[in-house]
């Protein structure tokens, strides 16, 4: 496998050339089924994946048995890098929303990497910062947004890290990640049909018109582009 199939992560092919000299040897490529837990709540991490092409949902369990999510990874970042971190457990379960091919280093060869690269261990630092926003304009999202924004909201940002327009997501998964009622999702998922945004298929659906959705997208979309921007160094592709 060549080394540059890790570039096909965003966070990855930034790393300046040192970095990925270290780091890349150490990585291997691995498939990730959907519905896959990663890692759980207070459970030692195995290992960081690096996401090519799918998502992984970071969530929070309740008590009732449902999920809510707190934020996505995809080609943009990783899932599980605290782990480099001593003493780190994680603090969500994260799950495999959309199947796909990842980079991933076990623990023991990413403490050791990132003792080794000061600088790895900066962007999985600004990385995690990314991460811990976005949990926050989550939070105030679901807080505050209507059900139709926050759905156009997500949809794009899973577009974004995934770089793909075909969602094989149910609408009873994208309630549960939004932490809303099916009934609610089914009528708002009808009017951006109508409004030819969206096409719904059983399964799944398709992103068709994407400025129509950002216009629809509640602030969240473009605030966490900037910070992605801000702390990253890069924005979703146009």
């Known amino acids: 496998m060549s080394e540059d199939a890790h570039c096909a992560n965003r966070f990855l092919a930034r790393l300046c050339e040192s970095d990925q000299q270290t780091l890349f040897p150490c990585l291997g490529i691995v498939d990730l089924a959907q519905k896959t837990t990663l890692h759980d709540v207070g459970q030692p991490y195995k290992a960081a994946y690096f996401p090519h092409d799918g998502i992984i949902s970071l969530v929070v369990n309740?008590?009732?048995?449902?999920?809510?999510?707190?934020?996505?990874?995809?080609?943009?970042?990783?899932?599980?890098?605290?782990?480099?971190?001593t003493g780190a457990l994680p603090v969500n379960r994260a799950v495999v929303q959309i199947g796909g091919r990842a980079s991933a280093i076990s623990v023991d060869d990413l403490c050791a990497v990132i003792h080794r690269s000061p600088g790895l261990r900066d962007r999985i630092t600004l990385y995690q910062d990314f991460l811990l926003a976005q949990a926050q304009q989550c939070a105030a999202c679901n807080a505050t947004?209507?059900?139709e924004s926050r759905l156009a909201?997500?949809?794009?940002?899973?577009?974004?890290?995934?770089?793909?327009?075909?969602?094989?997501?149910?609408?009873?998964?994208?309630?549960?990640m939004?932490?809303?009622?099916?009934?609610?999702?089914?009528a708002v998922?009808?009017?951006?049909?109508?409004?030819?945004?969206?096409?719904?298929?059983r399964g799944?659906?398709?992103?068709?018109?994407?400025?129509?959705?950002?216009?629809?997208?509640?602030?969240c979309y473009e605030a966490m582009n900037e910070i992605s921007e801000a702390l990253l160094g890069y924005r979703p592709r146009p």
Request: net charge negative; proline share 1%.
């Open 178 to 186: 939004l932490g809303v009622r099916r009934t609610s999702v089914s």
């Open 204 to 219: 799944g659906l398709r992103l068709l018109d994407i400025d129509g959705l950002r216009a629809t997208a509640c602030e």
């Open 62 to 85: 309740l008590s009732t048995g449902d999920m809510v999510e707190a934020g996505t990874v995809g080609r943009d970042g990783v899932a599980g890098a605290a782990a480099a971190f």
């Open 189 to 201: 998922a009808n009017n951006l049909r109508e409004a030819g945004l969206i096409e719904c298929r």
């Open 153 to 176: 909201r997500w949809l794009l940002r899973c577009r974004d890290i995934a770089d793909r327009d075909d969602l094989n997501l149910t609408q009873d998964y994208i309630a549960g």
């Open 145 to 147: 947004h209507p059900v």
